[in-house]
DNA sequence: CCTGGAGTTGTCCTA
DNA sequence: TTAGGACAACTCCAG
Protein backbone atom coordinates (compact mmCIF):
# COMPACT_ATOMS: atom_id res chain seq x y z
CA UNK A 1 0.00 0.00 0.00
CA UNK A 2 1.11 3.38 -0.70
CA UNK A 3 2.10 5.68 2.22
CA UNK A 4 0.19 8.29 0.69
CA UNK A 5 -3.58 8.34 0.79
CA UNK A 6 -5.36 7.30 -2.70
CA UNK A 7 -8.46 9.47 -4.37
CA UNK A 8 -10.79 7.82 -5.95
CA UNK A 9 -12.12 8.47 -9.89
CA UNK A 10 -15.71 7.04 -10.33
CA UNK A 11 -16.36 6.26 -13.98
CA UNK A 12 -19.47 6.63 -14.97
CA UNK A 13 -20.40 8.02 -18.65
CA UNK A 14 -16.90 8.89 -19.18
CA UNK A 15 -14.94 5.93 -19.79
CA UNK A 16 -11.99 7.88 -21.22
CA UNK A 17 -8.94 9.23 -19.86
CA UNK A 18 -8.46 12.47 -22.12
CA UNK A 19 -10.37 15.52 -21.77
CA UNK A 20 -11.47 13.89 -17.72
CA UNK A 21 -11.95 16.78 -16.08
CA UNK A 22 -12.82 14.56 -13.13
CA UNK A 23 -9.50 12.50 -13.92
CA UNK A 24 -7.42 15.51 -14.63
CA UNK A 25 -8.99 17.11 -11.02
CA UNK A 26 -7.87 13.71 -9.68
CA UNK A 27 -4.58 13.74 -11.44
CA UNK A 28 -3.53 17.44 -9.97
CA UNK A 29 -3.81 16.07 -6.28
CA UNK A 30 -0.55 14.26 -7.11
CA UNK A 31 -1.82 11.25 -5.09
CA UNK A 32 -1.81 7.94 -6.45
CA UNK A 33 -5.91 7.28 -8.32
CA UNK A 34 -8.12 4.22 -7.79
CA UNK A 35 -10.13 4.15 -10.50
CA UNK A 36 -13.46 2.79 -10.27
CA UNK A 37 -16.81 1.57 -11.74
CA UNK A 38 -19.98 0.84 -10.36
CA UNK A 39 -22.71 -0.91 -11.87
CA UNK A 40 -26.49 0.29 -9.86
CA UNK A 41 -28.97 -0.99 -11.82
CA UNK A 42 -31.37 -0.84 -8.94
CA UNK A 43 -30.97 3.28 -8.73
CA UNK A 44 -31.78 3.36 -12.21
CA UNK A 45 -35.88 2.00 -12.04
CA UNK A 46 -37.87 1.92 -15.05
CA UNK A 47 -34.35 2.83 -17.14
CA UNK A 48 -32.08 0.54 -16.66
CA UNK A 49 -29.47 0.05 -19.22
CA UNK A 50 -31.18 -2.03 -21.98
CA UNK A 51 -29.16 -5.70 -23.47
CA UNK A 52 -27.45 -3.71 -26.58
CA UNK A 53 -26.03 -1.25 -24.13
CA UNK A 54 -24.63 -3.17 -21.66
CA UNK A 55 -23.28 -5.58 -24.38
CA UNK A 56 -21.60 -2.01 -25.01
CA UNK A 57 -20.72 -1.31 -21.53
CA UNK A 58 -18.95 -4.46 -21.10
CA UNK A 59 -16.83 -3.48 -24.28
CA UNK A 60 -15.83 -0.23 -23.34
CA UNK A 61 -14.75 -1.31 -19.51
CA UNK A 62 -12.77 -3.89 -20.85
CA UNK A 63 -10.90 -0.80 -23.38
CA UNK A 64 -10.66 1.57 -20.48
CA UNK A 65 -9.53 -1.00 -17.78
CA UNK A 66 -6.71 -1.66 -20.23
CA UNK A 67 -5.53 1.48 -21.19
CA UNK A 68 -5.74 1.53 -17.06
CA UNK A 69 -3.12 -1.09 -17.32
CA UNK A 70 -5.53 -3.05 -15.80
CA UNK A 71 -6.33 -1.39 -12.60
CA UNK A 72 -9.85 -0.41 -12.93
CA UNK A 73 -12.58 -1.51 -10.16
CA UNK A 74 -15.31 -2.91 -10.73
CA UNK A 75 -18.46 -3.38 -8.38
CA UNK A 76 -21.49 -3.76 -8.64
CA UNK A 77 -24.73 -2.66 -6.33
CA UNK A 78 -25.37 0.69 -4.24
CA UNK A 79 -22.46 3.17 -5.36
CA UNK A 80 -22.64 4.92 -1.60
CA UNK A 81 -21.85 1.75 -0.20
CA UNK A 82 -19.29 0.56 -2.94
CA UNK A 83 -17.82 3.64 -2.62
CA UNK A 84 -17.40 3.95 1.29
CA UNK A 85 -15.95 0.66 1.18
CA UNK A 86 -13.54 1.12 -1.40
CA UNK A 87 -12.31 4.49 0.45
CA UNK A 88 -11.98 2.53 3.80
CA UNK A 89 -10.05 -0.62 2.63
CA UNK A 90 -7.98 2.66 0.37
CA UNK A 91 -7.35 5.47 3.32
CA UNK A 92 -8.67 7.77 -0.01
CA UNK A 93 -10.35 10.93 1.19
CA UNK A 94 -11.17 12.12 -1.88
CA UNK A 95 -13.59 11.07 -4.43
CA UNK A 96 -14.02 12.46 -7.92
CA UNK A 97 -16.52 12.15 -11.04
CA UNK A 98 -17.81 13.79 -13.91
CA UNK A 99 -21.70 14.89 -13.26
CA UNK A 100 -24.44 12.80 -15.06
CA UNK A 101 -28.34 14.97 -15.93
CA UNK A 102 -30.78 11.96 -15.94
CA UNK A 103 -32.97 12.61 -13.29
CA UNK A 104 -32.55 9.76 -11.54
CA UNK A 105 -29.09 9.89 -11.25
CA UNK A 106 -29.32 13.69 -9.88
CA UNK A 107 -31.54 12.73 -6.81
CA UNK A 108 -28.86 9.34 -6.79
CA UNK A 109 -25.87 11.55 -6.87
CA UNK A 110 -27.08 14.32 -4.65
CA UNK A 111 -27.86 11.66 -1.80
CA UNK A 112 -24.35 9.98 -2.50
CA UNK A 113 -22.70 12.93 -2.04
CA UNK A 114 -23.80 13.72 1.02
CA UNK A 115 -23.18 10.31 2.46
CA UNK A 116 -20.14 10.92 1.84
CA UNK A 117 -19.41 13.71 3.24
CA UNK A 118 -21.04 13.08 6.27
CA UNK A 119 -18.63 10.23 6.08
CA UNK A 120 -15.94 12.76 5.92
CA UNK A 121 -15.19 12.20 2.87
CA UNK A 122 -14.22 15.22 -0.20
CA UNK A 123 -16.48 15.32 -3.13
CA UNK A 124 -15.75 16.91 -5.93
CA UNK A 125 -17.82 16.76 -9.57
CA UNK A 126 -17.20 17.91 -12.89
CA UNK A 127 -19.05 18.94 -16.43
CA UNK A 128 -17.40 16.00 -18.68
CA UNK A 129 -19.71 15.00 -21.52
CA UNK A 130 -21.82 18.23 -22.26
CA UNK A 131 -20.80 21.67 -24.25
CA UNK A 132 -22.12 23.57 -21.77
CA UNK A 133 -24.77 22.39 -18.71
CA UNK A 134 -28.18 23.06 -18.66
CA UNK A 135 -28.59 25.42 -15.91
CA UNK A 136 -26.71 28.17 -17.56
CA UNK A 137 -28.30 28.75 -20.18
CA UNK A 138 -31.56 31.00 -20.01
CA UNK A 139 -33.77 33.38 -21.54
CA UNK A 140 -33.47 36.50 -20.36
CA UNK A 141 -36.50 36.26 -18.31
CA UNK A 142 -34.72 33.46 -16.67
CA UNK A 143 -37.43 30.77 -17.91
CA UNK A 144 -35.52 27.83 -20.13
CA UNK A 145 -35.75 27.51 -23.68
CA UNK A 146 -37.93 25.47 -25.43
CA UNK A 147 -36.81 25.79 -29.36
CA UNK A 148 -33.45 25.08 -30.72
CA UNK A 149 -32.42 27.62 -32.52
CA UNK A 150 -32.62 30.58 -30.22
CA UNK A 151 -30.99 28.00 -27.84
CA UNK A 152 -28.14 27.26 -30.34
CA UNK A 153 -27.53 30.89 -31.07
CA UNK A 154 -27.49 31.29 -27.18
CA UNK A 155 -25.44 28.19 -26.74
CA UNK A 156 -22.50 27.42 -28.40
CA UNK A 157 -22.69 30.19 -30.99
CA UNK A 158 -22.10 32.93 -28.10
CA UNK A 159 -18.66 34.13 -27.08
CA UNK A 160 -20.20 33.91 -23.37
CA UNK A 161 -20.90 29.89 -24.13
CA UNK A 162 -18.36 28.51 -27.06
CA UNK A 163 -17.07 25.16 -26.18
CA UNK A 164 -13.64 24.98 -24.26
CA UNK A 165 -11.00 23.23 -25.73
CA UNK A 166 -10.80 19.98 -24.23
CA UNK A 167 -7.72 18.59 -21.65
CA UNK A 168 -5.00 16.38 -22.31
CA UNK A 169 -4.89 13.08 -21.36
CA UNK A 170 -2.77 13.05 -17.57
CA UNK A 171 0.61 11.43 -18.28
CA UNK A 172 2.60 8.65 -15.91
CA UNK A 173 -0.65 8.73 -13.65
CA UNK A 174 0.22 6.29 -10.33
CA UNK A 175 -3.16 4.02 -9.87
CA UNK A 176 -3.02 2.41 -6.70
CA UNK A 177 -4.95 -1.17 -7.12
CA UNK A 178 -6.74 -2.53 -3.44
CA UNK A 179 -7.96 -5.77 -3.90
CA UNK A 180 -11.62 -5.25 -3.81
CA UNK A 181 -14.53 -5.39 -5.99
CA UNK A 182 -15.88 -7.92 -8.71
CA UNK A 183 -14.54 -8.91 -12.30
CA UNK A 184 -15.81 -7.62 -15.24
CA UNK A 185 -17.48 -11.46 -15.73
CA UNK A 186 -19.63 -10.50 -12.38
CA UNK A 187 -21.17 -7.32 -13.69
CA UNK A 188 -23.28 -10.21 -16.05
CA UNK A 189 -23.22 -7.45 -18.95
CA UNK A 190 -22.91 -10.28 -21.96
CA UNK A 191 -26.12 -11.76 -23.10
CA UNK A 192 -26.12 -15.84 -22.96
CA UNK A 193 -26.50 -15.91 -26.65
CA UNK A 194 -24.49 -14.77 -29.47
CA UNK A 195 -27.08 -12.38 -30.85
CA UNK A 196 -24.24 -9.48 -30.65
CA UNK A 197 -22.05 -11.00 -33.12
CA UNK A 198 -23.21 -8.61 -35.82
CA UNK A 199 -22.98 -5.83 -33.71
CA UNK A 200 -19.64 -6.76 -32.66
CA UNK A 201 -18.65 -6.59 -36.54
CA UNK A 202 -19.91 -3.06 -37.13
CA UNK A 203 -18.16 -1.27 -33.75
CA UNK A 204 -15.14 -0.95 -31.59
CA UNK A 205 -16.55 0.69 -27.98
CA UNK A 206 -13.62 2.10 -26.22
CA UNK A 207 -11.87 5.41 -26.54
CA UNK A 208 -9.53 4.22 -29.24
CA UNK A 209 -12.36 3.01 -31.14
CA UNK A 210 -14.50 5.96 -30.90
CA UNK A 211 -11.10 8.24 -31.74
CA UNK A 212 -10.79 6.11 -34.92
CA UNK A 213 -14.70 6.63 -35.65
CA UNK A 214 -14.15 10.15 -35.54
CA UNK A 215 -11.45 10.60 -37.63
CA UNK A 216 -12.84 8.24 -40.27
CA UNK A 217 -15.67 10.41 -40.27
CA UNK A 218 -13.81 13.39 -41.01
CA UNK A 219 -11.68 12.23 -43.65
CA UNK A 220 -14.96 10.50 -45.74
CA UNK A 221 -18.44 11.31 -44.66
CA UNK A 222 -17.92 15.19 -43.36
CA UNK A 223 -17.73 16.39 -46.96
CA UNK A 224 -21.30 16.28 -48.67
CA UNK A 225 -22.63 15.81 -44.81
CA UNK A 226 -25.59 18.07 -44.78
CA UNK A 227 -27.48 16.77 -47.64
CA UNK A 228 -26.04 13.10 -46.74
CA UNK A 229 -26.91 12.62 -43.62
CA UNK A 230 -30.13 11.55 -44.37
CA UNK A 231 -29.28 8.85 -46.59
CA UNK A 232 -29.51 5.43 -44.82
CA UNK A 233 -27.35 4.10 -48.30
CA UNK A 234 -24.52 6.36 -47.76
CA UNK A 235 -21.75 6.82 -45.11
CA UNK A 236 -22.58 10.20 -43.89
CA UNK A 237 -23.56 9.81 -40.43
CA UNK A 238 -20.75 10.42 -37.64
CA UNK A 239 -22.08 7.02 -36.12
CA UNK A 240 -20.42 8.72 -32.87
CA UNK A 241 -24.11 8.66 -30.74
CA UNK A 242 -23.15 5.78 -28.87
CA UNK A 243 -19.14 6.46 -28.29
CA UNK A 244 -20.83 10.09 -26.95
CA UNK A 245 -23.54 8.21 -24.50
CA UNK A 246 -20.84 5.98 -23.04
CA UNK A 247 -18.36 9.53 -23.21
CA UNK A 248 -15.29 7.44 -24.91
CA UNK A 249 -15.08 10.76 -26.74
CA UNK A 250 -16.53 13.97 -25.39
CA UNK A 251 -18.20 16.67 -27.10
CA UNK A 252 -15.42 19.31 -26.55
CA UNK A 253 -13.27 17.14 -28.64
CA UNK A 254 -15.42 16.71 -31.16
CA UNK A 255 -16.45 19.70 -31.56
CA UNK A 256 -12.40 21.33 -31.39
CA UNK A 257 -11.28 18.27 -34.17
CA UNK A 258 -14.07 19.91 -36.53
CA UNK A 259 -12.63 23.59 -36.08
CA UNK A 260 -9.82 23.18 -38.43
CA UNK A 261 -11.90 21.53 -41.04
CA UNK A 262 -14.73 24.89 -41.09
CA UNK A 263 -12.19 26.93 -43.07
CA UNK A 264 -11.36 24.38 -45.73
CA UNK A 265 -13.31 25.26 -49.12
CA UNK A 266 -16.73 24.02 -49.75
CA UNK A 267 -17.32 22.11 -46.46
CA UNK A 268 -18.32 24.77 -44.19
CA UNK A 269 -22.07 24.64 -44.43
CA UNK A 270 -21.24 20.74 -43.72
CA UNK A 271 -19.06 21.62 -40.68
CA UNK A 272 -21.99 23.91 -39.20
CA UNK A 273 -24.70 21.53 -39.87
CA UNK A 274 -22.59 18.54 -38.00
CA UNK A 275 -21.57 20.68 -35.08
CA UNK A 276 -26.17 21.53 -35.03
CA UNK A 277 -26.35 17.83 -34.29
CA UNK A 278 -24.16 18.19 -31.52
CA UNK A 279 -26.22 21.18 -30.18
CA UNK A 280 -29.52 18.59 -30.44
CA UNK A 281 -27.90 16.43 -27.98
CA UNK A 282 -26.93 19.36 -25.90
CA UNK A 283 -31.08 20.23 -26.41
CA UNK A 284 -32.11 17.05 -25.56
CA UNK A 285 -29.95 17.13 -22.14
CA UNK A 286 -31.05 20.55 -21.71
CA UNK A 287 -34.77 19.32 -22.15
CA UNK A 288 -34.47 16.85 -19.84
CA UNK A 289 -33.17 18.89 -17.06
CA UNK A 290 -35.09 21.17 -17.09
CA UNK A 291 -38.44 18.72 -17.64
CA UNK A 292 -37.91 15.81 -15.83
CA UNK A 293 -40.95 14.04 -16.89
CA UNK A 294 -39.57 14.13 -20.69
CA UNK A 295 -39.37 10.43 -20.81
CA UNK A 296 -42.70 9.49 -19.51
CA UNK A 297 -45.32 12.54 -19.73
CA UNK A 298 -46.47 14.24 -22.88
CA UNK A 299 -44.80 17.34 -22.23
CA UNK A 300 -48.41 18.81 -24.22
CA UNK A 301 -50.34 17.62 -21.57
CA UNK A 302 -53.40 17.78 -24.75
CA UNK A 303 -52.00 14.76 -25.82
CA UNK A 304 -53.16 12.41 -22.58
CA UNK A 305 -56.27 12.36 -23.98
CA UNK A 306 -54.50 11.09 -27.90
CA UNK A 307 -57.12 7.83 -28.35
CA UNK A 308 -53.98 5.73 -28.51
CA UNK A 309 -54.76 2.28 -29.62
CA UNK A 310 -53.92 -1.37 -27.90
CA UNK A 311 -52.42 -3.73 -30.10
CA UNK A 312 -49.40 -6.06 -29.48
CA UNK A 313 -50.04 -8.23 -32.66
CA UNK A 314 -48.98 -4.85 -34.72
CA UNK A 315 -46.09 -3.77 -32.09
CA UNK A 316 -44.73 -7.44 -32.97
CA UNK A 317 -44.67 -7.03 -36.18
CA UNK A 318 -43.13 -3.76 -36.30
CA UNK A 319 -40.38 -4.66 -33.43
CA UNK A 320 -39.76 -7.61 -35.82
CA UNK A 321 -39.83 -5.74 -38.84
CA UNK A 322 -42.63 -7.44 -40.46
CA UNK A 323 -44.78 -4.50 -41.58
CA UNK A 324 -44.89 -5.23 -45.59
CA UNK A 325 -43.17 -1.46 -45.68
CA UNK A 326 -40.07 -2.22 -47.29
CA UNK A 327 -38.13 1.38 -45.93
CA UNK A 328 -39.75 0.56 -41.81
CA UNK A 329 -38.73 -3.03 -41.76
CA UNK A 330 -35.30 -1.96 -43.26
CA UNK A 331 -34.57 0.25 -40.49
CA UNK A 332 -36.43 -2.23 -37.81
CA UNK A 333 -33.86 -4.92 -38.79
CA UNK A 334 -31.07 -2.70 -39.23
CA UNK A 335 -32.33 -1.87 -35.48
CA UNK A 336 -32.09 -6.09 -34.37
CA UNK A 337 -28.78 -7.07 -36.59
CA UNK A 338 -27.00 -3.74 -35.82
CA UNK A 339 -27.69 -1.92 -32.63
CA UNK A 340 -27.99 1.08 -34.66
CA UNK A 341 -30.68 2.92 -36.86
CA UNK A 342 -29.56 5.55 -39.24
CA UNK A 343 -31.82 8.79 -38.10
CA UNK A 344 -33.62 9.55 -41.55
CA UNK A 345 -35.05 5.73 -40.90
CA UNK A 346 -35.90 6.42 -37.16
CA UNK A 347 -37.95 9.02 -37.76
CA UNK A 348 -39.73 7.17 -40.59
CA UNK A 349 -40.50 3.50 -38.25
CA UNK A 350 -41.22 6.17 -35.70
CA UNK A 351 -43.75 8.19 -37.47
CA UNK A 352 -45.40 4.69 -39.01
CA UNK A 353 -45.49 3.51 -35.28
CA UNK A 354 -47.07 6.53 -33.85
CA UNK A 355 -49.03 8.00 -36.88
CA UNK A 356 -50.55 4.64 -39.28
CA UNK A 357 -50.46 2.13 -36.46
CA UNK A 358 -51.86 5.13 -33.71
CA UNK A 359 -49.50 2.98 -31.09
CA UNK A 360 -48.11 4.99 -28.05
CA UNK A 361 -44.32 6.77 -28.62
CA UNK A 362 -43.35 4.73 -25.01
CA UNK A 363 -43.78 1.80 -26.73
CA UNK A 364 -40.95 2.73 -29.44
CA UNK A 365 -39.32 4.09 -27.04
CA UNK A 366 -39.00 1.21 -24.78
CA UNK A 367 -38.53 -0.94 -27.74
CA UNK A 368 -35.57 1.63 -28.98
CA UNK A 369 -34.13 1.58 -25.22
CA UNK A 370 -33.71 -2.36 -24.95
CA UNK A 371 -32.27 -2.63 -28.65
CA UNK A 372 -29.68 0.83 -29.50
CA UNK A 373 -26.17 0.84 -28.71
CA UNK A 374 -26.71 3.91 -28.20
CA UNK A 375 -29.79 4.17 -25.89
CA UNK A 376 -29.98 7.70 -24.47
CA UNK A 377 -32.57 8.76 -22.29
CA UNK A 378 -32.34 12.17 -23.37
CA UNK A 379 -31.52 12.00 -26.82
CA UNK A 380 -34.54 9.13 -27.29
CA UNK A 381 -37.38 10.51 -24.90
CA UNK A 382 -36.55 14.03 -27.20
CA UNK A 383 -36.72 12.05 -29.86
CA UNK A 384 -39.95 10.41 -29.53
CA UNK A 385 -41.46 13.42 -28.45
CA UNK A 386 -40.62 15.29 -31.16
CA UNK A 387 -42.06 12.73 -33.89
CA UNK A 388 -45.09 12.21 -31.85
CA UNK A 389 -45.64 15.81 -31.80
CA UNK A 390 -46.10 15.91 -28.02
CA UNK A 391 -42.80 17.31 -27.34
CA UNK A 392 -41.66 20.55 -26.45
CA UNK A 393 -40.89 22.49 -30.16
CA UNK A 394 -43.98 20.34 -31.23
CA UNK A 395 -44.29 19.19 -34.80
CA UNK A 396 -47.18 20.41 -36.92
CA UNK A 397 -49.99 17.63 -36.46
CA UNK A 398 -50.16 17.45 -40.73
CA UNK A 399 -46.26 16.19 -40.96
CA UNK A 400 -46.80 12.43 -41.07
CA UNK A 401 -44.54 10.86 -43.00
CA UNK A 402 -44.81 8.65 -46.25
CA UNK A 403 -42.46 5.91 -45.81
CA UNK A 404 -42.89 5.28 -49.48
CA UNK A 405 -42.14 8.90 -50.49
CA UNK A 406 -39.52 8.69 -47.74
CA UNK A 407 -37.99 5.32 -49.49
CA UNK A 408 -38.10 6.71 -53.10
CA UNK A 409 -36.31 10.03 -51.96
CA UNK A 410 -33.52 9.02 -49.62
CA UNK A 411 -32.77 5.33 -50.86
CA UNK A 412 -33.24 6.11 -54.11
CA UNK A 413 -31.37 3.11 -55.87
CA UNK A 414 -32.65 0.84 -52.94
CA UNK A 415 -29.29 -0.20 -51.26
CA UNK A 416 -30.71 -0.18 -48.31
CA UNK A 417 -33.51 -1.72 -47.96
CA UNK A 418 -31.97 -4.79 -50.05
CA UNK A 419 -28.99 -5.09 -47.71
CA UNK A 420 -32.05 -5.22 -44.88
CA UNK A 421 -34.93 -7.26 -47.14
CA UNK A 422 -33.62 -9.49 -49.04
CA UNK A 423 -36.32 -11.38 -50.06
CA UNK A 424 -37.65 -8.60 -51.94
CA UNK A 425 -34.23 -7.53 -53.04
CA UNK A 426 -35.11 -8.76 -56.90
CA UNK A 427 -37.60 -6.07 -57.15
CA UNK A 428 -37.37 -3.34 -59.63
CA UNK A 429 -36.40 -0.05 -57.85
CA UNK A 430 -39.69 1.05 -59.11
CA UNK A 431 -41.60 -0.85 -56.74
CA UNK A 432 -39.24 -1.99 -53.88
CA UNK A 433 -40.61 0.84 -51.79
CA UNK A 434 -44.06 -0.41 -52.57
CA UNK A 435 -44.27 -3.96 -53.44
CA UNK A 436 -47.99 -4.21 -53.24
CA UNK A 437 -48.47 -1.50 -55.98
CA UNK A 438 -46.21 -4.47 -58.66
CA UNK A 439 -47.84 -6.13 -61.39
CA UNK A 440 -48.54 -10.01 -60.53
CA UNK A 441 -46.26 -10.81 -63.30
CA UNK A 442 -43.34 -8.20 -61.74
CA UNK A 443 -43.82 -10.10 -58.67
CA UNK A 444 -43.88 -13.77 -59.68
CA UNK A 445 -40.74 -12.60 -61.85
CA UNK A 446 -39.03 -11.19 -58.68
CA UNK A 447 -40.00 -14.50 -56.91
CA UNK A 448 -42.47 -12.60 -54.53
CA UNK A 449 -46.00 -14.18 -52.91
CA UNK A 450 -47.57 -11.02 -50.98
CA UNK A 451 -48.63 -12.72 -48.24
CA UNK A 452 -46.36 -15.68 -48.12
CA UNK A 453 -42.68 -14.78 -48.82
CA UNK A 454 -42.83 -11.01 -47.68
CA UNK A 455 -46.35 -9.75 -46.19
CA UNK A 456 -49.27 -7.47 -47.45
CA UNK A 457 -48.93 -3.89 -45.48
CA UNK A 458 -49.82 -3.73 -42.27
CA UNK A 459 -52.12 -0.94 -42.69
CA UNK A 460 -53.28 0.78 -45.55
CA UNK A 461 -51.35 4.08 -45.84
CA UNK A 462 -53.88 6.72 -46.87
CA UNK A 463 -56.85 5.30 -44.16
CA UNK A 464 -54.75 4.84 -41.14
CA UNK A 465 -52.65 8.84 -42.40
CA UNK A 466 -56.56 9.90 -42.35
CA UNK A 467 -57.50 8.33 -39.57
CA UNK A 468 -54.54 9.72 -37.78
CA UNK A 469 -54.95 13.30 -39.01
CA UNK A 470 -58.72 13.23 -37.92
CA UNK A 471 -57.33 11.95 -34.11
CA UNK A 472 -54.89 15.09 -34.00
CA UNK A 473 -57.80 17.45 -35.24
CA UNK A 474 -60.02 16.58 -32.76
CA UNK A 475 -57.87 17.13 -29.64
CA UNK A 476 -57.54 21.07 -30.85
CA UNK A 477 -55.54 23.48 -29.86
CA UNK A 478 -56.40 23.76 -25.74
CA UNK A 479 -54.09 22.71 -23.08
C1' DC B 1 -47.54 44.72 -22.59
C1' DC B 2 -47.49 44.52 -27.50
C1' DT B 3 -45.80 43.10 -32.05
C1' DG B 4 -44.32 40.36 -35.50
C1' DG B 5 -41.40 36.87 -37.33
C1' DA B 6 -40.15 32.14 -36.83
C1' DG B 7 -40.50 27.35 -35.87
C1' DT B 8 -34.91 20.33 -37.98
C1' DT B 9 -36.36 16.58 -40.49
C1' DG B 10 -43.62 16.68 -44.71
C1' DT B 11 -47.30 15.64 -48.00
C1' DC B 12 -50.51 16.56 -51.41
C1' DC B 13 -52.74 19.00 -54.97
C1' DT B 14 -52.66 22.06 -58.66
C1' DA B 15 -51.09 24.48 -62.37
C1' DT C 1 -41.83 16.79 -64.52
C1' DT C 2 -41.60 20.40 -61.35
C1' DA C 3 -42.50 24.31 -58.45
C1' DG C 4 -45.45 26.59 -55.29
C1' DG C 5 -49.02 26.99 -52.14
C1' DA C 6 -52.22 24.91 -48.71
C1' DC C 7 -52.47 22.55 -44.67
C1' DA C 8 -54.10 25.53 -38.37
C1' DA C 9 -53.27 27.71 -35.27
C1' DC C 10 -50.17 28.11 -31.62
C1' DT C 11 -46.35 29.13 -28.81
C1' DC C 12 -41.99 30.88 -28.46
C1' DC C 13 -38.88 34.55 -28.39
C1' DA C 14 -36.58 38.98 -29.18
C1' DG C 15 -37.14 43.67 -29.62
Known amino acids: MNTVEPVIVWFRQDLRLADNPALRAAFDTGKPIVPVFILDDDSAGEWKMGAASRWWLHQSLESLDSALDGRLRLFRGDAAASLRELARETGATHVFWNRCYEPWRIARDKRIKDQLRDAGLCVNSDNGSLLFEPHTITKSDGTPYKVFTPFYRKGCLSEEHAPQPPLSKPKQMELATPAVGVTLAELELMPSTHWYEEIAQQWQPGEDGAWQRLQAFLENGIRGYKQGRNRPDQNHCSRLSPHLHFGEISPRQ ?14 ADDVDHFRSELAWREFSYYLLYHFPQLPEDNLQAKFDRFPWREDDAALARWQRGDTGVPIVDAGMRQLWRTGYMHNRVRMVV ?3 LIKNLMLHWHHGQMWFWDTLVDADLANNSAGWQWVAGTGADAAPYFRIFNPVLQGKKFDPDGDYVRRYVPEIAELP ?6 PWTAPDAVLAEANITLGKNYPEPIVDLKESRERALAAFKDLGTAA
Open 254 to 267: VWQETEALANQSGI
Open 429 to 434: NRYLHS
Open 350 to 352: ASF
